[in-house]
T-cell receptor, first 114, second 112 residues
């Protein structure tokens, strides 16, 4: 089955700096890669996703890059703000197939220091 | 308001008791999922259902049971056979054609 590893487990940055979180996956059949943000005591919310036919996707201050050959993808947050502080999860899934199960990384606790 | 609701937010039970967690969605989604989240770990899939009256085991199904009698509802029962039931439980749903899973607010279960 799929295995997703996520690094680092904790990340502290100064407000205004950039943050980068990296994930690797094992199953070459995976071709859908979402990123979720989870605030304390709440359910995860999708912030951005990417499919394998695209190498990079950007949405305002958030971007995701994908390297299918190396089987890794990364989340980039620029101009960080205190409200970006949360736990971020990456995930991987085969795009085809009816179940479309997600395999999650172990999460990164991001703290943005004012 | 469309979305996924889970109740209750906090649940306490004595060891040896079965407990049922509620998950309801009004998004008209076909697929529904249950995940367990432990501190410092990612989400692990317990059960999922792609259609009414059908469901499949996920990676950690032992000690859990589900039913899918209605499209909107996917309750999870944590049985006394689950050795370490204290955790945060998350329900999610997805449309048949879509890929995004939308999550509910979660239920924190504590077994005393």
């Amino acid at each position: 089955g799929e295995n997703v590893e996520q690094h680092p487990s904790t990340l502290s940055v100064q407000e205004g700096d950039s943050a980068v979180i990296k994930c690797t996956y094992s199953d070459s059949a995976s071709n859908y890669f979402p990123w979720y943000k989870q605030e304390l005591g709440k359910g995860p919310q999708l912030i951005i996703d990417i499919r394998s036919n695209v190498g990079e996707k950007k949405d305002q201050r958030i971007a995701v890059t994908l390297n299918k050959t190396a089987k890794h993808f990364s989340l980039h947050i620029t101009e960080t703000q205190p409200e970006d502080s949360a736990v971020y999860f990456c995930a991987a899934s085969p795009y085809s197939g009816s179940a479309r199960q997600l395999t999650f990384g172990s999460g990164t606790q991001l703290t943005v220091l004012p | 308001d469309g979305g996924i609701t889970q109740s209750p937010k906090y649940l306490f039970r004595k060891e040896g008791q079965n407990v049922t967690l509620s998950c309801e969605q009004n998004l008209n989604h076909d697929a529904m999922y249950w995940y367990r989240q432990d501190p410092g770990q990612g989400l692990r899939l317990i059960y999922y259902s792609q259609i009414v009256n059908d469901f499949q085991k996920g990676d950690i199904a032992e000690g859990y049971s589900v039913s899918r009698e209605k499209k909107e509802s996917f309750p999870l029962t944590v049985t006394s056979a689950q050795k370490n039931p204290t955790a945060f439980y998350l329900c999610a749903s997805r449309s048949q054609q879509g890929h995004t899973q939308y999550f509910g607010p979660g239920t924190r279960l504590t077994v005393l």
